[in-house]
C-alpha cells in the first residue's frame, strides 16, 4: 500500500517555472541556443513565430505533467527537504531523463554532443526541482 500524501501545488508551480526558465535560458541563443539549432541543422531563418508559440505551449504542459509526477514521487518516499529533494531529483534525472535524452539522438543519428546537451540541461532542471519541491515540502 502507497502512503498518503497531499499533492503541494505551490511546490508543483514553482517547478513547472523552474522548468521553464531552465528550459528558455539553456536553449536561448545567446547561451546555447545557437549551438543546439546547429546540432540539430536548423537555420535561425526558418523558425516561425507559431512553431516557437507551439513548442513553449507544449512544454509548459509537459512541465506541469513533470513536477506534479515528482511531487507525486517526493510524496511517496517521504523525503523532505532541500538535500533529500535534490537527491531524489538527481535519482530520478539518472532513471528517467538520462535514458531518453540519450536514446533519441542515438536512434536519430544525431551528434553525441546532442545528448550531452539534454541531460546536461535535465540535470540542472531535476536538481533544482528537487531542490525546491523538497524545501518547500517539508
Request: a neutral charge.
Amino acid at each position: 500500500m502507497m502512503p498518503a500524501f497531499t499533492v503541494h501545488w505551490l511546490a508543483v508551480a514553482l517547478g513547472v517555472v523552474i522548468s521553464m526558465v531552465v528550459g528558455g535560458v539553456t536553449f536561448a541563443r545567446p547561451v546555447l541556443g545557437d549551438y543546439w539549432m546547429g546540432l540539430i541543422e536548423m537555420r535561425a531563418d526558418r523558425v516561425r513565430r507559431e512553431d516557437a508559440t507551439r513548442g513553449i505551449v507544449v512544454a509548459l504542459v509537459l512541465a506541469l505533467l513533470l513536477n506534479l509526477g515528482f511531487n507525486v514521487l517526493l510524496g511517496w518516499t517521504g523525503a523532505a527537504g532541500a538535500g533529500q529533494g535534490a537527491f531524489l531529483g538527481l535519482l530520478a534525472w539518472l532513471a528517467f531523463a538520462v535514458p531518453t535524452a540519450v536514446v533519441h539522438p542515438t536512434f536519430e543519428g544525431r551528434p553525441p554532443m546532442l545528448a550531452v546537451l539534454y541531460v546536461g540541461q535535465h540535470l540542472v532542471e531535476y536538481l533544482l526541482i528537487g531542490l525546491a519541491q523538497g524545501w518547500l515540502s517539508s
